[in-house]
């Protein structure tokens, strides 16, 4: 069955430190690996989604991702936090021949003290 | 329009009464998803449009739930005899073709079942 695991429920960073959010996935076919961002009282955002190619991919507000295949994970990092990205994250796979209906995982609240 | 709306953004339901929750997708986009979001848990797909067809319903939990977009636009989740469980924040997306393509989120409407 397909599932998308995030460990960490919460982190705490403080502002201008580095981040890494953790993302592994189990999923029957090559998959297509998303990241999301909520911020309270928003919709969720696109930050990132990987296909093929580089698996090294970048994204919006500064944030990238590595998919790892033997390890079937997609970590999403950042160099810097701001204070602005107190989120919630959201990593998410599917793959069209599976059809349109993705798998998010539970989430990872990341607070930023300044 | 700007963005995708939902409406209402907050509905409290006696166990057992009808609610219709509506959302309007993007202008021109063809695709249209609702999601299921449980506290504290990550979004979990219900139902899925392209224009008026609806293609993957494999999502909605039981019976009680029924969506539909008769005219290719604006959608409406309807959930019958309403339940405790079915207390979450509903979330609509809408993409220009397919999930694989960016899906853009509406605020989403809180349900609390009573």
């Known amino acids: 069955a397909q599932s998308v695991t995030q460990p960490d429920i919460h982190i705490t960073v403080s502002e201008g430190a580095s981040l890494e959010l953790r993302c592994n996935y189990s999923?029957?076919?090559?998959?297509?690996l998303f990241w999301y961002v909520q911020s309270p009282g928003q919709g969720l955002q696109l930050l990132l989604k990987?296909?093929?190619?580089?698996?090294l991919v970048q994204g919006i507000k500064g944030f990238e991702a590595e998919f790892k295949r033997s390890q079937s994970s997609f970590n999403l990092r950042k160099p810097s936090v701001h204070w602005s990205d107190a989120a919630e994250y959201f990593c998410?796979?599917?793959?069209?021949?599976?059809?349109?209906?993705?798998?998010f995982g539970p989430g990872t609240r990341l607070s930023v003290l300044p | 329009g700007a963005g995708v709306s939902q409406s209402p953004r907050y509905k409290v339901a006696k166990r057992g009464q009808d609610v219709a929750l509506r959302c309007d997708p993007i202008?021109?986009?063809?695709?249209l998803f609702w999601y299921q979001q449980a506290l504290g848990q990550g979004p979990e797909f219900l139902t899925y449009?392209?224009?008026?067809?609806?293609?993957?319903k494999s999502g909605l939990p039981s019976d009680r739930f029924f969506a539909e977009r008769p005219e290719g636009s604006v959608s409406t989740l309807k959930i019958q005899r309403t339940q405790q469980e079915d207390s979450a924040v509903y979330l609509c997306?809408?993409?220009?073709?397919?999930?694989?393509?960016?899906?853009?989120f509406g605020p989403g409407t809180r349900l609390t079942v009573l």
């Open positions: 997306a809408s993409s220009s073709s397919g999930a694989y393509n960016e899906q853009f």
């Open positions: 998410a796979v599917g793959a069209p021949n599976y059809g349109q209906n993705f798998v």
């Open positions: 449009f392209q224009n008026e067809a609806q293609l993957d």
């Open positions: 990987y296909f093929s190619g580089d698996t």
């Open positions: 999923y029957g076919a090559t998959p297509y």
């Open positions: 202008s021109g986009h063809v695709s």
